[in-house]
């Protein structure tokens, strides 16, 4: 059965007849029809077409991406219960794949919206059609992806939370912190996580996941092995970042970490502290904002990429966020 859909430029027909599947676009809806009415003539008649070598259904797909494709990832642990939850929740889980059109993929789209945010949605779709895509490509379980061309939601406008000097000194004090000595508890180990976001941009997680063999305070760095965007990094350390890590230190060695806190524990106590001392609707996460905009005075954007790791300069400005009254002073 054939479907239209207008889009800028033209009319696309999608056809989908016996596990086959054909798209084309065209400057009339008249034009995409007729090419439609023949294309499934053709299909009827096994006049060629490409077809799927093998059949497999989602179900299965979502089964082998999640042991094959998926352990290779940084974020195998998100993708794991994202697929798990695909694989119970689809409605069309149970179908081949060649047989699953964009219209079914638009419904599930529509009907996530209703639950979850935008950017979650994304990241779904961004998901299932890199399970779709290498299907067709190397699975040979469909010839096209059907992902690809339902219309994703936008994105929420980026996060432009900054930490106010008086936002920080209330955290500090009620987390315990105190300057130059070693943290006794885990609240004062997160204070020091803390500072040493906002000194370098790092992650919760990479902060949280340093090791003695992996500084380097001599030359001022930390050793990233691995990062959200799957490759190493090396981190070039403030003055301050070397003396806060520096107490971290003390005489551990080898692939002992800095911290005792992990990423689950560390947001429960973030969140659980910030609400403490009232201030409203600031993440840990904010410090990478806070930091990249404070480090954009100091070198230029190139060498900030390197220090947050981002390999497009142009994702740096989902976290700069000056103000028009900080850019105005530099201007004298």
Not at 107 to 133: G, I, N, Q, Y
Not at 205 to 220: P, Y
Not at 226 to 255: C, E, F, H, M, Q
Not at 292 to 319: E, N, Q
């Amino acid at each position: 059965m054939a479907s239209f859909r207008k889009r800028s430029g033209g009319w696309r027909a999608e056809v989908a007849r016996l596990g086959v599947r054909d798209t084309r676009t065209f400057a009339t809806k008249a034009a995409a029809i007729a090419w439609a009415t023949t294309r499934e003539a053709e299909i009827l008649a096994s006049a060629g077409g490409p077809k799927c070598s093998v059949e497999m259904t989602v179900s299965e797909a979502l089964r082998r991406y999640k042991r094959d494709v998926t352990p290779t990832k940084a974020g195998q642990k998100w993708e794991e219960l994202r697929l798990n939850k695909f694989d119970a929740e689809l409605e069309w889980v149970g179908e081949f794949m060649s047989d699953i059109t964009t219209d079914q993929v638009a419904k599930w789209r529509d009907a996530r919206l209703r639950v979850v945010a935008s950017p979650t949605v994304r990241r779904e779709m961004t998901l299932l059609s890199s399970v779709f895509e290498i299907a067709r490509r190397e699975w040979r379980t469909c010839v096209v992806n059907p992902v690809r061309d339902v219309k994703r939601p936008l994105n929420n406008p980026p996060r432009d939370r900054r930490i106010e000097p008086a936002e920080e000194t209330a955290l500090l004090n009620r987390l315990g912190y105190v300057e130059a000595e070693a943290p006794v508890t885990l609240h004062q180990e997160l204070a020091m996580a803390f500072l040493i976001a906002l000194e370098t941009a790092m992650r919760q997680g990479e902060i949280l996941g340093i090791t003695a063999k992996a500084v380097n305070l001599k030359q001022r760095f930390v050793h990233l092995p691995l990062t959200k965007n799957g490759s190493s990094r090396n981190v070039p350390l403030s003055k301050r970042a070397v003396g806060l890590i520096g107490i971290l230190l003390g005489d551990k060695k080898g692939a002992e970490k800095l911290f005792r806190l992990t990423s689950a524990s560390a947001d429960a106590m973030f969140r659980k502290v910030r609400d403490d001392v009232a201030i409203v609707g600031l993440t840990f996460h904010d410090t990478r904002h806070e930091a990249i905009t404070r480090l954009a005075r100091k070198v230029d954007v190139l060498d900030l990429a390197r220090i947050t790791g981002h390999k497009d300069p142009r994702s740096l400005m989902v976290y700069y966020n000056a103000t028009a009254s900080e850019m105005a002073l530099r201007l004298d």
